[in-house]
């Protein structure tokens, strides 16, 4: 993929330096880290029918996150909206989640595959094993979260913001460092959003559990692209970190603003809204919503502040 006619033909981040011959110069404990990965994936990987079958029931009567979750929770938006719609509305954000899931993690194997194909020499052994099960993990949960859609009749949503993809067409012509950055900050927002919303005895239990079972997974990736991108902090150089601290500025924030709240919400409803669902301002008022603000400081605290240790996000 390269960038397309309407962006710019280069971006600071193609500045950086890739050292052919070690693309990551691990210590032996972060080298032992990606090898504990490994084989742990190796053993424990899930499989597409160990979460969702062919004779799997999802029960849509019953709640498929915490109510108090709702993107409108403890607006007046909310209180317009009888139960009926309210369930609907959930379970059409639900499906966002599953979505969002889908866009982010088909595009995934094509990135880390074209690195081992292009840094092959590059990677120690246990790099080039984890880029790959990464891949292999993610098709399989593109599997699931397809399957998902498919038995709770929810549609695919649209594919997100250019604030979010802006980056991809230049992502398989830089530092690979950077397709791990930019995994880890969608990934890592999207599975704390997911996790801290589903696992309650209310929720729908094969909801639930699919999402409990990605997580298990998701941790895995999580702490690889933190060795990763901290590895690569500690040895580049200092205006190669200036790049891409700007280039990263805003993307927590933005793809923070995208899991709290999303502007297609009424294409993804059977009724007609009391409210515009599109419109950027109303999106403004629902994500800074006193219940919005209290749960995204809890649920994003330790991401915002690995971010910040990095020099990457200031707020
Ligand atoms: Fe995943
Ligand atoms: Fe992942």
């Not at 309407?6 to 032992?32: G, H, K, W």
């Not at 993990?137 to 802006?166: C, N």
């Not at 397709?179 to 880890?184: M, P, Y």
Request: charged residues 25%; aromatic residues 12%.
């Amino acid at each position: 993929m390269q960038p397309s006619a309407n962006q710019p033909a280069t971006n600071p981040l193609m500045q950086l330096n890739v050292n052919r011959e070690v693309v990551f110069d691990l210590s032996s404990s972060e080298s032992r880290v990606i090898k504990q990965l490994v084989n742990v994936s190796n053993d424990e990987s899930m499989t597409l029918t160990s979460i969702i079958d062919h004779d799997t029931i999802i029960d849509k009567s019953l709640l498929p996150k915490r109510a108090d979750c709702a993107w409108l929770y403890g607006t007046k938006y909310w209180d317009m909206l009888d139960e009926r719609q309210k369930m609907e509305v959930m379970w059409a954000e639900v499906g966002r989640d599953a979505s969002m899931f889908i866009w982010l993690e088909q595009l995934l194997p094509p990135f880390y595959v074209g690195y081992v194909n292009n840094y092959r020499e590059g990677f120690a052994k246990e790099i080039y094993e984890y880029f790959m099960i990464f891949a292999k993990e993610e098709i399989v949960h593109t599997l699931m979260f397809r399957k998902w859609l498919d038995l709770t009749h929810e549609q695919l949503w649209p594919a997100p913001s250019a604030r979010y993809s802006g980056l991809l067409p230049y992502i398989p012509h830089l530092h690979p460092v950077i397709g791990v950055l930019w995994t880890l900050t969608v990934e890592w927002a999207a599975e704390t959003n997911a996790i801290f919303q589903t696992q309650k005895p209310e929720v729908e239990p094969v909801t639930k559990k699919m999402f409990h079972e990605h997580h298990k997974e998701e941790v895995r990736h999580i702490t690889f692209g933190r060795k990763m991108v901290s590895n690569w902090f500690e040895n580049a150089p200092e205006k190669d970190k200036a790049i891409v601290r700007g280039a990263f500025a805003n993307m927590l924030d933005a793809i923070i603003d995208l899991m709290t709240y999303n502007t297609d919400l009424q294409k993804r409803v059977s009724f007609q809204l009391p409210f515009d669902a599109s419109d950027e301002a109303f999106a403004a008022e629902i994500r800074n919503s006193e219940n919005n603000q209290r749960i995204n400081s809890q649920r994003f605290a330790e991401q915002k502040e690995w971010y910040k240790q990095l020099g990457i996000c200031h707020a």
